[in-house]
Nanobody
Framework: QVQLVESGGGRVQAGDSLRLSCAASGRSFSLYAMGWFRQVPGKEREFVAGIWWSGSSTSYLDSVKGRFTISRDIVKNTAYLQMNSLKPEDTAVYYC????????????????WGQGTQVTVSS
């Protein structure tokens, strides 16, 4: 089992930045990949960014490329999502996800999920 705890959400103005953190505990030594997803009411959860725990590859939703950066700290067992130039359409609940099995970074089938953190961007 892997437990994930997100932090860093909040309410900001358009153009501002936020950094989300996702701390993994439990069997985190066996992590293969971590990802960030987001969801707004009435819509399906969508992939935002993912990273192989080795750090050798990342993937991003097209609309966040160049604005968001995913990274990880192996020592702290923590993944980050740096979000710059935020837009109102980035408003959502952001979820951290982790897998200790091989999977495509954009897959919705991560076995472990955090509780979510709200990001609200006002215009």
């Amino acid at each position: 089992q892997v437990q994930l705890v997100e932090s860093g959400g909040g309410r900001v103005q358009a153009g501002d930045s936020l950094r989300l953190s996702c701390a993994a505990s439990g069997r985190s030594f066996s992590l293969y990949a971590m990802g960030w997803f987001r969801q707004v009411p009435g819509k399906e959860r969508e992939f935002v960014a993912g990273i192989w725990w080795s750090g050798s590859s990342t993937s991003y939703l097209d609309s966040v490329k160049g604005r968001f950066t995913i990274s990880r700290d192996i020592v702290k067992n923590t993944a980050y999502l740096q979000m710059n130039s935020l837009k109102p359409e980035d408003t959502a609940v952001y979820y951290c996800a982790a897998s200790n099995q091989v999977l495509r970074l954009t897959s919705p089938n991560y076995p472990y999920w955090g509780q979510g953190t709200q990001v609200t961007v006002s215009s």
